[in-house]
């Protein structure tokens, strides 16, 4: 059973046409990361919550925005997304203090600009 | 002191073969060293973790090996199999409470037939 779902798999939008990618998770972890994949590089960390605290990393532009309204979902916003914010979104979750320190990923979703 | 550094970039092993990808990290915090492998198209998935407190892991034809003076770790396919071929990626971080980790750029891998 999946256990940190990405929807949708694969996203079209346009040049500065605002865009949402969701995650959700079965695991009740209470850390949840957003990274940006680009074709043949590592995982860029974006950002995450720990909780309820968001944390942004330095390097991460402000048209970057994120929400978690609950434990289980977490919202990436692409407020006007350029060429190169192509790239496949990984969201994945961690359990703080539990057995393992295993961050769990999801599928990604793949982002298209137009 | 936040880098891992991953090599090599591209690896071709022929079936039977034993893949070595390495990787070297700076920070002595670092306290958590996972190795994901990610198929095209998809999310990376953990494959093998390590901890400083031994110097080597085995799970079936996986297993690391760990240089904690050395700053080192490796990641050692046994029998490689073409259902192997996959970029792998090394990971290092200080574990515990936020469990952020630091990325090699990763090593694809294609096992010949």
């Known amino acids: 059973d999946a256990m940190v779902i990405q929807n949708p798999r694969y996203q079209v939008t346009q040049f500065g046409k605002p865009v949402t990618l969701s995650c959700s998770q079965t695991?009740?972890?209470?850390?949840m990361y957003w990274y940006q994949q680009k074709s043949s590089q590592a995982p860029k960390l974006l950002f995450h919550?720990?909780?309820?605290?968001?944390?942004n990393e330095a390097d991460t532009p402000d048209n970057f925005q994120s929400r978690r309204p609950n434990t289980s979902f977490c919202f990436l916003d692409i407020r006007s997304p350029g060429l190169g914010d192509a790239a496949m979104y990984l969201c994945?979750?961690?359990?703080?203090?539990?057995?393992?320190?295993?961050?769990?990923f999801g599928p990604g979703t793949r982002l298209t600009v137009l | 002191q936040q880098q891992v550094k991953q090599s090599p970039q591209s690896l071709i092993v022929q079936k039977g073969g034993i893949s070595i990808i390495n990787c070297a990290y700076e920070?002595?915090?670092?306290?958590?060293f996972p190795w994901y492998q990610q198929f095209p198209g998809k999310g990376p998935a953990l494959l093998i973790a390590?901890?400083?407190?031994?110097s080597e892991k085995k799970e079936g034809r996986f297993t690391i090996s760990f240089n904690k003076s050395a700053k080192q770790f490796s990641l050692h396919i046994m029998d490689s199999q073409p259902g192997d071929s996959a970029t792998y990626f090394c990971?290092?971080?200080?574990?515990?409470?936020?469990?952020?980790?630091?990325f090699g750029k990763g090593t694809k891998l294609s096992v010949k037939p």
């Open positions: 390590i901890r400083p407190d031994v």
């Open positions: 919550y720990y909780d309820k605290d968001f944390n």
């Open positions: 994945a979750t961690h359990m703080s203090g539990g057995s393992t320190d295993t961050q769990y």
């Open positions: 990971a290092a971080g200080p574990g515990g409470s936020q469990g952020n980790l630091i």
């Open positions: 695991l009740n972890h209470n850390v």
């Open positions: 920070n002595t915090a670092f306290d958590y």
